[in-house]
């Protein structure tokens, strides 16, 4: 996130104040800038909004939520079946076996 001077008309706030906000997502690439209101926040809030709509970042919302998922059913097909797990828990400084039931 970078701010800066917006520049151009609007007088001395413009002109004394970094209220101009620029938002840049490295992994995507994409780009989000605001220049337009007087409150630094807003514009921030605009910057991201921009950036958001962005074709590369919206490309890289879809690339990682499909991985996420792939990556999510491969961890659900290794695990094993609930029958064969043996759980612990920790009582008194020991770890004992849990009953069945009891983690829920």
């Known amino acids: 996130m970078q701010h800066f001077r917006a ?5 001395q706030n413009q002109n004394k104040r970094d209220t101009g906000t620029r938002v840049i997502h490295h992994p ?12 630094q926040l807003q514009n921030k809030r605009a910057a991201f909004r921009r950036m958001v709509d962005t074709r590369e970042f919206r490309l890289w ?22 029958e064969e797990l043996k759980v612990e828990v920790r009582r008194g400084g020991r770890w004992v076996e849990a009953r069945p039931g009891e983690l829920s």
């Open 28 to 39: 995507s690439g994409a780009r989000g800038e605001a220049r337009e209101q007087r409150s």
């Open 7 to 11: 520049g151009g008309h609007g007088g």
């Open 61 to 82: 919302l879809a690339i990682q939520t499909g991985r996420l998922a792939v990556v999510e059913a491969e961890a659900q097909r290794l695990i094993i079946p609930e």
